[in-house]
C-alpha cells in the first residue's frame, strides 16, 4: 500500500496544533479587503479582522488559486505520496471543482500516484470535523478507499447549526435570501441555520435572544443524537467569530450533556466574511441532517 497525505483548506478550521502535529497540507481560501489579498503568507489575526468588519470594512472571499493547489500537491507527488483531500462544501464554492480539475490534471502527469478528493458538503468545522477523523483513521491503518467509504457513510450524519447577530452578511454574500435576511433582522430576533444534506445553508427558524439562541443549538443538538450509532466519544466542534466567551458557554452546555471531546476554534475569515463577527456554531455526529 502506498504512503498516503491528508490535506484539506483553510477553510476546515483545523485547529493550528493538530495542522503542525499531523504535519497536513492546508490549500489557503481567500479574502480581501479593498485591494489587499490575505488567506496564504498574509493574513489577518481574527479579532483584527472581526473588529475590522464591525469598523463598517466589507471583505470579499475568493476562492483557492489551481496554481497554488497545484504546487502543493505535485511537492507530495514527487514526494512518492498518494492524496486524499478533504474539500470545503462544493454547493457553496467552486473551491472544491478548483481542487478536483487540479488534481485530474496532475494525475496524468503523475499516473501511478492516486488523488482522492472528498466533499464534505460541509463548512468551517464541519469540515474539519472529517479532517480530525480522517487522521483517525489513517492511524488506525485504513487503505485510502476505506477512510473514502467510511467518511461518505458518515457524512450526512455531521450535523451544524449556526446563529448569527444578524443576516446581513450572508444575504450579501448571496448564501441566504433577502426575504430571509429581512425576517432575522427584526428586533431581537435571533436566525438559527443549519448545514443541509446537499451541503447548503438553510433558515431553520428564529428565536428571541442571543441567550436563548445559544441554548436553541445545544438543545436541537440534543434532540438529533444517535447514541445507537454516534457514542458521547465522538468529537463535537464550537466554531465563533470573535465572541469567544459565548462559544464557551456552548461548549459548557455540551459537556454537561457528558460529551467527552469537544473543541472551540474561530471561524476563518474566508467564511467569517459571510457569517460576520457573533456567529456561532455548534458540530456535531447524530441522525442523518
Request: hydrophobic content about 35%.
Amino acid at each position: 500500500m502506498s504512503e498516503y497525505v491528508i490535506t484539506t483548506d483553510s477553510n476546515s478550521d483545523v485547529l493550528p496544533e493538530f495542522i503542525k502535529e499531523n504535519n497536513l497540507t492546508i490549500i489557503p481560501q481567500y479574502y480581501s479587503f479593498g485591494d489587499t489579498v490575505y488567506g496564504d503568507e498574509l493574513n489577518m489575526p481574527p479579532h483584527e479582522f472581526y473588529e475590522t468588519m464591525r469598523n463598517g470594512e466589507l471583505p470579499k472571499s475568493q476562492a483557492n488559486n489551481p496554481a497554488v493547489i497545484r504546487e502543493r500537491f505535485e511537492k507530495l507527488l514527487k514526494e512518492g505520496k498518494d492524496i486524499f483531500h478533504i474539500a470545503f462544501s462544493s454547493a457553496l464554492s467552486g473551491s472544491c471543482n478548483n481542487v478536483i480539475m487540479t488534481a485530474n490534471e496532475l494525475l496524468e502527469e503523475y499516473p501511478d500516484r492516486k488523488i482522492t478528493v472528498f466533499d464534505s458538503l460541509n463548512a468551517s468545522l464541519g469540515e474539519g470535523v472529517s479532517v480530525y477523523r480522517a487522521v483517525e483513521l489513517m492511524k488506525e491503518g485504513k487503505t485510502m478507499e476505506e477512510l473514502y467509504d467510511i467518511l461518505m457513510e458518515e457524512r450526512e450524519h455531521i450535523n451544524v447549526s449556526f446563529t448569527v447577530n444578524d443576516l446581513y452578511h450572508l444575504q450579501r454574500g448571496g448564501r441566504v435570501s433577502k426575504t430571509t435576511a429581512v425576517v432575522g433582522s427584526l428586533v431581537n430576533i435571533k436566525p438559527i441555520l443549519k448545514v443541509t444534506a446537499e451541503g447548503e445553508l438553510k433558515s431553520d427558524g428564529t428565536v428571541r435572544g442571543r441567550k436563548k439562541s445559544l441554548k436553541t443549538l445545544v438543545s436541537r443538538m440534543e434532540a438529533t443524537l444517535d447514541p445507537e450509532h454516534y457514542g458521547k466519544d465522538r468529537m463535537v466542534a464550537v466554531l465563533h467569530g470573535d465572541c469567544l466567551d459565548e462559544a464557551q458557554t456552548v461548549a459548557d452546555m455540551v459537556k454537561e450533556l457528558g460529551f467527552t471531546n469537544v473543541i472551540i476554534n474561530d471561524v476563518s475569515p474566508s467564511i467569517g466574511t459571510h457569517a460576520g463577527p457573533g456567529v456561532v456554531g455548534l458540530v456535531h455526529y447524530g441522525a442523518k441532517r
